[in-house]
Structure formats: C-alpha cells, structure tokens
C-alpha cells in the first residue's frame, strides 16, 4: 500500500509549480508502492529501439551492442504507447473550496500527475478542456515535451462559465479513431444529464474510462447548524438556508447523485472514483494503473 502524501499547500496554491508538484505527487506515491505488479516490463517481447538518456539500463541489449557498437533497447508488448485523453471539467462549479482543498486546483493537479506518471509508462497523454466551450487544448502524443506542454495548458486554464456538454464536446470524442484511455475529471454538476450523455459517447466510442468524480469536503458534509447563504456558481442564483433544515435532505440526495453516477459507470464498465479534493491523490493513481494493467 502507499503512503500518504503530503504536500505544502503554499506550493499547491502556485499553478506555475504544477511540474514540480507533479513529479513530487508520482514520485512518492511510486516510492509507496511495494513491488507494485504495474511497474516495468511484460515478457513479452515485441521490437528494439534505439537507447535515449533516461532509459532504464536493465533492458539494454548488450548482444546488439557488441555486434553493431549501438545501444538499443528491449519494447515488450507493454511497453508501446498508450492513447489517454484527459477531460478536464472547467466550468464555474469547480471553481470551489478553500486552500489546497480547492475543486479546479486539485483537479489540474490530478491531471498534471497522471500525465507525468502516463509519460513515465510510456504512454500518449492529451488534454481537454471542457466547460462553456471545449476544446483539444493538446493532442495525444508521446514526445519529451508533452508533458511540459500539458503542464503549461493546465496553467493557462480557467474555470469559469456555464457546463455546456454538447456537440462540440462530443466531436471530440467522436474523432478519436483508436481505442484508448479516457480520463474525465469532473464533479458532474451540470443543469441535465449532459454529462451523463459524455460517458455513453465514450461508450459507443469504445474508450476505456475512468471517471474522477470530485467532490470538496465542504459539498460532502454540510455544517451542522447556522443559517447560509448558498449561491449557484453557474446561474449566480441565491438562496437563504437554515441547515439544521435541510443538511439531511442535501446528504441524501448527494448520495443518490453519486450512486446514479457509479450505477452508470459501471454498467458501461468503467472504473468510478469518488475523490474528496481534502485527500491524497494515491487512490486516483492506483486507479490509472489498475485500468492500465488490463488492456
């Protein structure tokens, strides 16, 4: 099992550390892992490359070497790239919570650590953004500079907006031609089921799918008592509350929200994670790995 990770929430509250917070998240949740099953190599083998710095000195061919004074490398079957598209939810609902804890902070974060740990299996993240409007902020690739290129759209990215899961979101999705991975990252507020209709597009696409459903801590537990002011961040609409009125009515129908979104997931065979944006993100990488394991 890995531990948890602690973070300084003066660096998770700077967006320009995002690579650094990145590899700090992977690096010790990998560090936490115990001969971890996903890490490495199949048996497998599949083809030779030629060697680059960074490249792990175990799978080098010293017979090829010896014959030819080049180094290449060893691919196995698990070692060739694969396609994972990042949707990141960026509308106003996100924008909420205090301090590390905060939805669309948490949310980039996530997402910068699962393409840095994407990167380091080898595989092709991409990124997009969706929320009043959405877009390819970048294509699946596996290049050196992905990465930083994803890190540097996450740092750009705002949330603000109306959810508008449509047809340009849709396209998207519909333009993906090959199998792979997608990643959505979201707390799922919308005013229909809209985002319901992003996971059946994934279906009928044939994507492998996690979902990270986020959730801050103030949304999962209301205050005991005291009277509030509750504001749509989306509509701006406001309403007056007493919450010893209504805490147990919200935690019910949070509730049933929540397995309304598990039930669907799993009836298309995705893999659904509920997140409070107040824990480690472990439990969001193990996720990643497990799916990963099973293409």
Same mark, same amino acid.
Request: net charge negative; aromatic share 10%.
């Given at each position: 099992?890995?531990?948890? *990770?602690?973070?300084?929430?003066?660096?998770?509250?700077?967006?320009?550390?995002?690579?650094?917070?990145?590899?700090?998240?992977?690096?010790?949740?990998?560090?936490?892992? %115990?001969?971890?099953?996903?890490?490495?190599?199949? +048996?497998? &083998?599949?083809?030779?490359?030629?060697?680059?710095?960074?490249?792990?000195?175990?799978?080098?061919?010293?017979?090829?070497?010896?014959?030819?004074?080049?180094?290449?490398?060893?691919?196995?079957?698990?070692?060739?790239?694969?396609?994972?598209?990042?949707?990141?939810? +960026?509308?106003?609902?996100?924008?909420?919570?205090? #301090?590390?804890? /905060?939805?669309?902070?948490?949310?980039? *974060?996530?997402?910068?650590?699962?393409? /840095?740990?994407?990167?380091?299996?080898?595989?092709?993240?991409? =990124?997009?953004?969706?929320?009043?409007?959405?877009?390819?902020?970048?294509?699946?690739?596996?290049?050196? @500079?992905?990465?930083?290129?994803?890190?540097?759209?996450?740092?750009?990215?705002?949330?603000?907006?109306?959810?508008?899961?449509?047809?340009?979101? &849709?396209?998207?999705?519909?333009?993906?031609?090959?199998? #792979?991975?997608?990643?959505?990252?979201?707390?799922?507020?919308?005013?229909?089921?809209?985002?319901?209709?992003?996971?059946?597009?994934? %279906?009928?696409?044939?994507?492998?799918?996690?979902?990270? /459903?986020?959730?801050?801590?103030?949304?999962?537990?209301?205050?005991?008592? #005291?009277?509030?002011?509750?504001?749509?961040?989306?509509?701006?609409?406001?309403?007056?509350? %007493? *919450?010893?009125?209504?805490?147990?009515?919200?935690?019910?129908? =949070?509730?049933?929200?929540?397995?309304?979104?598990? @039930?669907?997931?799993?009836?298309?065979?995705?893999?659904?994670?509920?997140?409070?944006? #107040?824990?480690?993100?472990?439990?969001?990488?193990?996720?990643?790995?497990?799916?990963?394991? %099973?293409?």
């Amino acid at each position: 099992m890995s531990s948890p *990770l602690s973070i300084d929430s003066r660096l998770l509250a700077s967006v320009e550390d995002l690579p650094l917070l990145a590899q700090t998240v992977v690096e010790g949740f990998l560090d936490g892992l %115990h001969r971890s099953p996903f890490l490495g190599y199949s +048996t497998e &083998f599949a083809s030779y490359r030629q060697y680059v710095q960074g490249d792990n000195l175990r799978h080098l061919d010293w017979k090829v070497w010896a014959r030819s004074d080049a180094l290449y490398v060893k691919q196995f079957e698990d070692d060739t790239n694969y396609r994972c598209q990042i949707y990141l939810d +960026t509308s106003a609902s996100m924008d909420f919570g205090t #301090g590390p804890a /905060h939805k669309f902070t948490v949310g980039r *974060l996530l997402a910068a650590a699962l393409a /840095h740990l994407m990167i380091l299996q080898r595989d092709a993240p991409g =990124l997009v953004l969706f929320g009043p409007d959405s877009r390819q902020a970048l294509p699946c690739a596996a290049s050196r @500079n992905q990465a930083l290129e994803l890190f540097a759209a996450l740092a750009l990215a705002q949330a603000g907006g109306k959810t508008i899961v449509g047809s340009d979101l &849709f396209g998207i999705v519909q333009a993906v031609v090959r199998r #792979g991975l997608a990643v959505v990252i979201s707390d799922f507020f919308t005013p229909d089921d809209s985002g319901f209709e992003l996971l059946r597009q994934l %279906h009928a696409h044939r994507q492998e799918t996690i979902v990270f /459903h986020l959730l801050s801590p103030e949304e999962l537990e209301l205050p005991e008592t #005291g009277e509030w002011i509750l504001e749509d961040s989306e509509t701006g609409e406001e309403r007056v509350v %007493h *919450l010893g009125d209504v805490r147990e009515g919200y935690r019910q129908r =949070l509730q049933a929200f929540c397995d309304q979104l598990k @039930n669907t997931c799993e009836g298309y065979e995705f893999d659904y994670v509920r997140l409070s944006t #107040g824990e480690p993100l472990n439990q969001a990488l193990m996720a990643y790995l497990e799916r990963r394991s %099973h293409r």
